[in-house]
């Protein structure tokens, strides 16, 4: 069963730009070195320009935890979650269908 998350993050004024560069490379290396990340994107709301989702979708818990253990990612997530104006709403699911 897939393991998937949904990340919902309000970014601080004016870092918008510096969160999008770090989640870009966080995207493309993801989908570069984790070939059970099925889907990892990052969106950004319409009218909420400071408001962006972030899904991923793993194979299973194991895709999961390898991306969350991945040099990258440690690398990344720090100045990421520096970007946040208040704490991101994560929540975990399980694919259906």
Do not use: N
Not at 11 to 29: A, C, H, T
Not at 39 to 62: L, M, N, P
Not at 64 to 90: G, N, W, Y
Request: aromatic share 10%; hydrophobic share 40%; with cysteine.
């Amino acid at each position: 069963m897939s393991t998937t998350f949904v990340a919902t993050l309000v970014i601080k004024p004016g870092m918008e730009q510096r969160f999008e560069e770090l989640q870009r490379e966080l995207s493309q290396l993801t989908h570069q070195s984790e070939p059970d990340t099925l889907v990892y994107d990052v969106i950004r709301h319409r009218t909420q320009a400071s408001t962006y989702i972030v899904y991923g979708r793993f194979k299973d818990e194991a895709a999961f935890q390898t991306h969350q253990k991945s040099s990258f990612h440690d690398r990344l997530v720090p100045p990421i979650l520096a970007c946040l104006a208040q704490e991101m709403d994560l929540q975990m699911f399980d694919w259906v269908a």
